[in-house]
């Protein structure tokens, strides 16, 4: 077995472990009433411990990027020299994760090697799965409207144009993550995203999305690419490949915004 077939495994086994821890937290503080902050700020905290410490005995030749580990120089340099980064976000969605009842958050663990993202994991710890790479199919087409993943509170621009466009209809979800995998799932069709991110919010999404032989790409088309100098992605697009081209084609049509 390679090193390359040995991390989609790992990756796996990390995003679902820490999930695990994470739900195990959230009940604990739930059953505290202790306030959405504390929650918040304890759940990156356990993640983020848990993922750093195990890739570096698992993958020590390795760089890491992470949401919650504060960047150095020296990590700085050391990740854009390197031609294999993990980079992870290990509590995607604080907020609903802060939220009682929400399901909705995600953990992402993703490796990419030369800036592509060839191995992924996203867990959905409330409900007990996690996607990952490598290939495999996805879900049948449905056949009704195209629907749209969108923001809870600010659906994006182009999301609204393209549900326009297409007579759509949307689906509000919480994390990154989340809205990814329904698409990967099967429960929604397109996800165009560009109210800003980072390449943590994407990079394990994108990988698992492109192995479910899905379209992912920036919402200009243009490939994404990761462990970047800045890594701030401002938009992404996952969606079904059928309702690329059109997609594509409505977006690139659009008036800029101010």
């Not at 809870?152 to 297409?166: D, G, K, Q, T, V």
């Not at 397109?190 to 192995?211: N, T």
Request: negative net charge; glycine residues 6%; charged residues 25%.
């Amino acid at each position: 077995m390679s090193l390359l077939d040995q991390d989609h495994s790992l990756a796996a086994r990390l995003a679902t472990e820490a999930g695990e821890l994470l739900v195990q937290l959230r009940r604990e503080l739930f059953a505290k009433n202790s306030p959405q902050y504390v929650v918040k700020a304890a759940g990156d905290q356990i993640a983020n411990r848990f993922l750093i410490d195990a890739l570096r005995s698992e993958r020590p030749e390795d760089a890491i990027l992470s949401e919650e580990e504060g960047e150095n120089r020296e990590n700085y340099l050391s990740r854009l020299q390197a031609e294999r980064v993990w980079i992870i976000d290990p509590l995607d969605g604080t907020r609903e994760f802060s939220e009682p009842g929400r399901t909705d958050w995600a953990v992402h663990v993703a490796m990419c090697v030369a800036g592509e993202p060839l191995v992924g994991a996203v867990s959905l710890p409330e409900l007990g799965v996690t996607y990952s790479t490598p290939e495999t199919a996805a879900p049948p087409p449905s056949n009704g409207p195209p629907r749209l993943v969108v923001s809870r509170s600010r659906p994006a621009y182009e999301a609204m144009a393209i549900r326009a466009a297409l007579d759509g209809v949307l689906h509000p979800l919480g994390s990154a993550g989340a809205k990814a995998m329904a698409v990967v799932r099967g429960e929604a069709d397109i996800y165009a995203h560009s109210g800003g991110q980072y390449e943590w919010d994407s990079c394990a999404p994108a990988a698992v999305a492109m192995a479910y032989g899905l379209h992912c790409s920036r919402i200009d088309g243009s490939p994404l690419i990761y462990n970047q100098a800045d890594v701030y992605m401002p938009d992404l697009l996952i969606c079904r490949k059928e309702h690329a081209e059109r997609v594509l084609a409505e977006v690139a049509g659009l008036a800029p915004t101010a």
